[in-house]
C-alpha cells in the first residue's frame, strides 16, 4: 500500500521558516516525480515545487523561487521542503504527491498529473 506522510507544518511569523518532511512508503519504484502543493481557503490546488527522482532535476512556482528549495533523501524515501522567507501569502494546506507517469525530463505542474497525495498539513504564516 502506498502512503505519502507530510509533516512539519505549523505556525510562524512573517520572514521566518519552516521545513515539510514527506515520507514515502509502499511501492515507490515508480514515484518519477515528487512535487508539492499547496491550496489555501477559497483557492485552488496550486503547484508549489517539484523534483525528479531520477537527477534532482528541480522545478519552481515563480512565487516560491529562491525561497523554498525542495530536496530528497532516497535512502529515506523522503522529501523535503525548506520554507524560507515565508510571507503570510503563504498560508495554506500543503500537500505532496507523486507522479507516476510523467516521462523524461518532464516534471508536471497540474494536479492531476499526479496519481499519489498526502493527506495535507497546515502552515499558516503571521504577519
Known amino acids: 500500500q502506498v502512503q505519502l506522510v507530510e509533516s512539519g507544518g505549523g505556525l510562524a511569523q512573517a520572514g521566518g521558516s519552516l521545513r515539510l518532511s514527506c515520507a514515502t512508503s509502499?511501492?515507490?519504484?515508480?514515484?518519477?516525480?515528487m512535487g508539492w502543493f499547496r491550496q489555501a481557503p477559497g483557492k485552488e490546488r496550486e503547484f508549489v515545487a517539484g523534483?525528479?527522482?531520477?537527477?534532482?532535476?528541480?522545478k519552481y512556482a515563480d512565487s516560491v523561487k529562491g525561497r523554498f528549495p525542495i530536496s530528497r533523501d532516497s535512502a529515506k524515501n523522503t522529501v523535503y521542503l525548506q520554507m524560507n522567507s515565508l510571507k503570510p501569502e503563504d498560508t495554506a494546506v500543503y500537500y505532496c504527491?507523486?507522479?507516476?507517469?510523467?516521462?523524461?525530463?518532464?516534471?508536471?505542474?497540474?494536479?492531476?498529473?499526479?496519481?499519489?497525495w498526502g493527506q495535507g498539513t497546515q502552515v499558516t504564516v503571521s504577519s
Open positions: 504527491a507523486a507522479d507516476t507517469f510523467s516521462p523524461g525530463n518532464y516534471i508536471s505542474t497540474f494536479a492531476r498529473d499526479y496519481e499519489y
Open positions: 523534483i525528479r527522482r531520477s537527477d534532482g532535476s528541480t
Open positions: 509502499g511501492r515507490t519504484f515508480n514515484f518519477y516525480v
